[in-house]
């Protein structure tokens, strides 16, 4: 069963405007962490941005911001003000406390138009 | 700081040939991950290690790969008998010993193997 799914294989957004990454989740245990990552075409793996499913807050990071629905599991990654420079593919990864994998999901590829 | 380092960065090889990659984590990393990504995919986990103990190993390390670690530092992966499916980028992921579910992995560049 897929565990992350990411519905948007693609997407454009205009520069300095705000865009939402969509993301979610399927999982049995009740302590998971959610992760989202950058990867250029260089292929390098950033990593952006984690929320914990214990956490009451959503997680920031600068321009990043995690819109966490627990009751939904759903992990959306917000990117404010867009930049050239976010042009990437961005994955969504979840890890369960039983395991130490990530599990990943397909992808979206962020495009910033100027 | 350095990062996670891999090499070779790319990799082309014949079918039946074998390969080995190399990883170098970040130095006061104890926990070392390797993944494979596949053209439009995300990556897959194949194995991991805590200092040099193999702890896990994925239904997609099949026998003809092997990892090790011997000392807890660097590690390599070896694919023996190479087949066109192998071709993919093969990532290096390290992390610190944490508590939680957060430990978060940070990636090396990859090595791409192409099998012709």
């Known amino acids: 069963a897929q565990k992350i799914t990411q519905t948007q294989p693609g997407m454009f957004v205009q520069e300095k405007e705000a865009v939402t990454l969509d993301c979610t989740y399927d999982?049995?245990?009740?302590?998971?962490?959610l992760f989202w990552y950058k990867q250029p075409s260089s292929g390098e793996m950033i990593f952006l941005i984690y929320?914990?499913?214990?956490?009451?807050q959503n997680a920031t990071e600068g321009r990043y911001s995690l819109n966490f629905q627990k009751a939904r599991k759903s992990a959306n990654l917000v990117i404010s003000a867009s930049q050239l420079g976010d042009s990437a593919m961005y994955f969504c990864?979840?890890?369960?406390?039983?395991?130490?994998?990530?599990?990943f999901g397909s992808g979206t590829r962020l495009q910033v138009q100027p | 700081d350095t990062g996670v380092s891999q090499n070779p960065r790319h990799k082309i090889t014949k079918r039946g040939q074998n390969v080995t990659f190399r990883c170098d984590p970040i130095?006061?990393?104890?926990?070392l991950y390797w993944y494979r990504q596949t053209l439009g995919q995300g990556p897959e986990f194949l194995t991991y290690?805590?200092?040099?103990?193999?702890?896990?190993k994925s239904r997609l390390l099949s026998d003809r790969f092997s990892a090790e670690r011997p000392k807890g530092s660097f590690s390599t992966l070896e694919i023996q008998r190479t087949e066109q499916g192998d071709s993919a980028m093969y990532l290096c992921?390290?992390?610190?010993?944490?508590?939680?579910?957060?430990?978060?992995?940070?990636f090396g560049p990859g090595t791409r193997l192409t099998v012709l």
């Open positions: 999982t049995s245990d009740p302590s998971y962490g």
């Open positions: 990864a979840m890890r369960e406390l039983s395991r130490r994998a990530l599990t």
């Open positions: 992921a390290s992390s610190f010993i944490g508590t939680g579910p957060k430990d978060t992995q940070y």
């Open positions: 290690f805590q200092n040099e103990a193999q702890l896990e």
């Open positions: 130095s006061e990393h104890n926990r």
């Open positions: 929320q914990g499913s214990y956490d009451q």
